[in-house]
């Protein structure tokens, strides 16, 4: 069984031995789950990279119709950077809550 050239297997789950109780009982454990933590935020704050960058091209594009055009990117980036980045402190306190999951009506 040889290996795929160019592909890269990453164990994206966080460890199973990890007890949030008791973190300091598994150390190994308590520094994967940080690294875990720590990955998952990066992917969240790149994410909203992308998107505030796809929302000032489409500023630049619609020009004046940018408030009815771009609205659909100015929620999705409000939502990606709500809860998420390492110096939230400054930011508004309605802000500093985790997302909220959008429900559709029926």
Request: charged residues 35%; glycine residues 6%.
């Amino acid at each position: 069984m040889g290996r795929r050239k160019g592909v890269v297997d990453f164990d994206e789950s966080p460890p199973d031995d990890f007890d949030p109780a008791n973190p300091y009982k598994d150390p190994v454990a308590m520094l994967e789950m940080r690294e875990h933590i720590v990955r998952e935020k990066w992917i969240d704050i790149e994410k909203a990279k992308i998107i505030r960058e796809k929302l000032r091209w489409c500023y630049r594009i619609e020009g004046i119709n940018h408030l009815q055009k771009c609205r659909h990117l100015v929620q999705q980036y409000l939502e990606s950077t709500r809860g998420i980045g390492w110096g939230k402190d400054h930011r508004p306190h309605e802000f500093h809550g985790p997302k909220v999951e959008a429900v559709e009506a029926d």
